[in-house]
T-cell receptor, first 113, second 115 residues
Framework: GENVEQHPSTLSVQEGDSAVIKCTYS??????FPWYKQELGKRPQLIID?????GEKKDQRIAVTLNKTAKHFSLHITETQPEDSAVYFC????????????FGAGTRLAVHP | DADVTQTPRNRITKTGKRIMLECSQT?????MYWYRQDPGLGLRLIYY???????NKGEISDGYSVSRQAQAKFSLSLESAIPNQTALYFC??????????????FGPGTRLTVL
């Protein structure tokens, strides 16, 4: 069935280091892959997304890569800062039947000063 | 600013009670969704609606029902609440007309505790 797996579940880094979160998806027809950031007590908000016709997308310190053959995509955060501490969710857009997003279980990122 | 709002923000209730969570949006979006968030399980889709006459079950619809009263309003009901429905509930919207993005916009969440 439709599934998105996300790893790791928790990630702890020192300020200035890089952080990488990885996700795999089950449906090869998926064509849209967003990443959401949820700060403590707040709602999830989109930070970056990528479509299946692109292999990489970058926005300042964050980047997302997509490997369609392997059905996995990753979020890369460089030069991490304490304000990057949050829970990050990947998702995949499943087009079979009614279009809907399936989310990964989330990664809790802690950036230590 | 156009937004997604949820009421109530917090609710404590007892087992067996009927509960309704409400969602309103001023974004003019056609699509609306209800998710629940549990630690370690991410966001799981309960129900979604692509217009007023369209209602679809998500991954975990058992024990829940919904009503799309208008384009801007989508409510979630727990007919007889049970403790394992204790969770954070999010409403979200997306724009059917947007070809550039399938971005979903989330409400602030409702924290529900069933005793």
């Amino acid at each position: 069935g439709e599934n998105v797996e996300q790893h790791p579940s928790t990630l702890s880094v020192q300020e200035g280091d890089s952080a990488v979160i990885k996700c795999t998806y089950s449906d090869s027809a998926s064509n849209y892959f967003p990443w959401y950031k949820q700060e403590l007590g707040k709602r999830p908000q989109l930070i970056i997304d990528i479509r299946s016709n692109v292999g990489e997308k970058k926005d300042q310190r964050i980047a997302v890569t997509l490997n369609k053959t392997a059905k996995h995509f990753s979020l890369h955060i460089t030069e991490t800062q304490p304000e990057d501490s949050a829970v990050y969710f990947c998702a995949a857009f499943f087009s079979g039947g009614y279009n809907k997003l399936i989310f990964g279980a989330g990664t809790r990122l802690a950036v230590h000063p | 600013d156009a937004d997604v709002t949820q009421t109530p923000r917090n609710r404590i209730t007892k087992t067996g009670k009927r509960i309704m969570l409400e969602c309103s949006q001023t974004k003019g979006h056609d699509r609306m969704y209800w998710y629940r968030q549990d630690p370690g399980l991410g966001l799981r889709l309960i129900y979604y609606s692509f217009d007023v006459k369209d209602i679809n079950k998500g991954e975990i619809s058992d024990g829940y029902s919904v009503s799309r009263q208008a384009q801007a309003k989508f409510s979630l009901s727990l007919e007889s609440a049970i403790p394992n429905q204790t969770a954070l509930y999010f409403c979200a919207t997306s724009d059917l007309q947007s070809l550039a993005s399938n971005e979903q916009f989330f409400g602030p969440g409702t924290r529900l505790t069933v005793l």
